[in-house]
């Protein structure tokens, strides 16, 4: 069983930045793949960002590409979301996601365990 719990949303102003955080526990953390996804009201869930078990590949939606960054930080089983030059279109519930298989993949069902999400709003 992986537990996972995401931290670092808030409010923020448009060309804001955060940091989201994803605690990872229940498992070798270098034995899963994680993804970021995100969900706006009224709108179906989107991949955002994705990172293969030793960060070697990293994965983006084309409408963050340049402005947010995925890392991994093994010796705190964490993943991280860089979100740079934030838009009110990045606001939404913001959820990683693990996977015991390999590869990044971009469809939600793929992945085993969530998290309960954090809310991002970005607006003046």
């Known amino acids: 069983q992986v537990q996972l719990v995401e931290s670092g949303g808030g409010l923020v102003q448009p060309g804001g930045s955060l940091r989201l955080s994803c605690a990872v526990s229940?498992?070798?953390?270098?034995?899963?793949?994680v993804g970021w996804f995100r969900q706006a009201p009224g709108k179906d869930r989107e991949f955002v960002a994705g990172i293969t078990r030793g960060a070697s590949n990293t994965y983006y939606v084309d409408s963050v590409k340049g402005r947010f960054t995925i890392s991994r930080a093994n010796a705190e089983n964490t993943v991280y979301l860089q979100m740079n030059s934030l838009k009110p279109e990045d606001t939404a519930v913001y959820y990683c996601?693990?996977?015991?298989?390999?590869?990044?993949?971009?469809?939600?069902?793929?992945?085993?365990?969530w998290g309960k999400g954090t809310q991002v709003t970005v607006s003046s």
């Open positions: 229940g498992r070798t953390f270098s034995s899963v793949t």
């Open positions: 996601a693990a996977r015991t298989l390999l590869g990044v993949r971009t469809r939600g069902h793929e992945y085993d365990y």
